[in-house]
C-alpha cells in the first residue's frame, strides 16, 4: 500500500494501524504546497452485497458529516476530505503531530494528583463539547488522546466511520436494530458492552484513565467489589478526597449514579481546583482551617500559612514520576487576594488563591489575637466576614507562655492511649509532612502499636518505627488500654 496514490492526490507513506474493517495512513497531499502530512482513515467493508454496502455508504456519509461538525473545536481534527474507491470507503483528516497518552502513563508510575486534576479539566471540555453535537465517542483511552508537540494541547482522536458501521442492523430480521459493541475493555463500563452506550459512558472512561494516572495501574488490574462491581482502587493511590470522590462518581458501575453530563462533571471538579466564586472559596477555606483549629493549637496565621502552602500546585511525592510532557491547566486567569492585617496598617499577610498559580505564603511576623482580625477581601467578602467570625468565636484563645507548660502536660494525659493493630501485607512508612516515604517498611504480619490518630485513612504508630501508614493494610488485634 506503501505509495499508493489515493483519489489521485494523497499518496500513502505509512501504515499506522489495521483491523478488521480497515486500516489507517499516514499520505501526504500531492495537490497543496509542501505535500503537508494528513491521515487517511480507510473502511473496508466486509461484506460486498448490494444491500450491506448501502448501509455501509449512509452511515459513512453520516459520519463525515459529524466530523465536520466536531472539526470546529481545536483539540479534534479537522476533516479534510471523504471519497468512495471500489467500494471501499476513505476519510482525510488533520494529523496530529505529538505522542499518544499513553506514553506518559507507563506502567508503574503515578502522577500527582494535580496533574491528573489538569487531564480531566482538560478532556472534559472537550467531551462537552462532543456530546453537545449529540455524539458519543465510545472509545476513549490514552491511545486516543495525542498531546500536541506544537502547544502541549490534548487532542481527542479516533471518531472513525469503522464506528458507525452496524453490521447486524443489516444481519438481523427487519426491524431489528442492533448496535454492536464499541470500545476497549477496562475502559468500557458494562452499559457500553451490551451496545448501549450513554454520554456517561465516555465520562466512565476519562474517569478510568484518571485513577489509571494515579495508581500507575491499568485498568484491568484493578479488583471490582463482589457485590457492587465498583472499582476498588482508593488503597493504590495517594489521593485526597475530594478528587477521589469525583472519580469514584464518573466510574461508577450503574451508568445513572455517575454524573450525567461532562457539564456536571466538570463542575464538580471545579470546585475543587477553582474557588473563584464567593461560595467555593469560603467553603474551602472554612472546611482547611476548622480542621487546623480542632485542638485548639494554631494561631490564625499559622492556619492560613498551611491553607496557603495547601493550594499551591501539588508536587510529586517521592514514589510518583511525572509524565513525559506536564499538563497544562484550563484554568480560567481570574483570582481571588485575600488580605488580612495583624496589627500594625504596614505589617499583611496576602494570600492568593488561583488555580494554577502559586499561593503567596503569608508575613512570618508575630500574629495577634485572630478575634481582633479585620477582612480587606475583594468577591466573596460577606461569606468570609461569616466564615472566619465562626471559627474565631469557635477556638479558644491562644496559651499564655506562663500555663504553656501545664497546658501540654494536660494534653499529653488526656491524648489517645495507644493500641495494637497487625499489618496485613508490606506498608511503607511515610512521613507526616506530604506523606513522603521514610524509607521503612513494616511487613506483612507485624504487630505495630498506634497513637490513635487517623487522618484520610492513614493512621499513626510509633512502634517499630514512627510515621504514618495505610489503615486499609491492617487489622486490629486488641483493644486500646
Known sequence: MIGTLLDQRYQVVQVLGQGGFGHTYIAQDTRRPGNPT???????????????????????NSEAETLEKLGNHDQIPRLLAYFEENQEFYLVQEFIDGHTLSVELPPGQRWSETQAIQLLAEVLPI???????????????????????????????????????????????EGVNETVAIGTPGYMPSEQGQ??????????????????????????QLSEDPETGEILWRHQAQVSDSLADVLDKMVRHYFKYRYQSATEALQALTSLTNPSTPGALAAVF????????????????????????????????????????????????TQNTVTIATGNPPTQNTVTVAPGREAIAPDTSQSKSPQKLPLLIGVGTAIFVVTIGAISANRPPSPNPATAKNQIETTAK????????????????????????????????????????EESGWIEINAPVSGWIWKGRTKNTCPSK
Not at 448501549?196 to 489509571?212: F, N
Request: hydrophobic letters at 35%.
Open 38 to 60: 494528513c491521515v487517511v482513515k480507510h473502511l473496508k467493508p466486509a461484506i460486498s452485497n448490494p444491500e450491506f454496502l448501502q448501509t455501509a455508504r449512509r452511515l459513512f
Open 127 to 173: 467531551l462537552e463539547f462532543v456530546h453537545g453535537n449529540g455524539v458519543i465517542h465510545r472509545d476513549i483511552k490514552p491511545d486516543n488522546l495525542i498531546r500536541r508537540s506544537s502547544d502541549n494541547k490534548l487532542v481527542l482522536v479516533d471518531f472513525g466511520a469503522v464506528k458507525q458501521v452496524q453490521m447486524q442492523s443489516v444481519l438481523a430480521p
Open 195 to 220: 451496545g448501549r452506550p450513554r454520554p456517561s459512558s465516555d465520562i466512565y472512561a476519562l474517569g478510568t484513565i484518571g485513577i489509571q494516572a494515579l495508581t500507575g495501574l491499568n485498568p484491568r
Open 286 to 333: 472554612s472546611q482547611k482551617v476548622r480542621g487546623y483549629f480542632k485542638d485548639g493549637s494554631e494561631s490564625a496565621k499559622e492556619a492560613l500559612r498551611r491553607f496557603s502552602a495547601e493550594t499551591k500546585p501539588h508536587t510529586l511525592s517521592d514514589d510518583a514520576t511525572a509524565p513525559v510532557s506536564t499538563p497544562q491547566p484550563a484554568i480560567p486567569p
Open 414 to 453: 488526656t491524648a489517645p492511649k495507644p493500641s495494637c493493630i497487625v499489618v496485613t501485607s508490606s506498608s511503607n512508612v511515610r512521613s507526616l509532612d506530604g506523606r513522603k516515604k521514610t524509607g521503612d517498611v513494616v511487613k506483612s504480619g507485624t504487630k505495630v502499636s498506634v497513637t490513635g490518630k
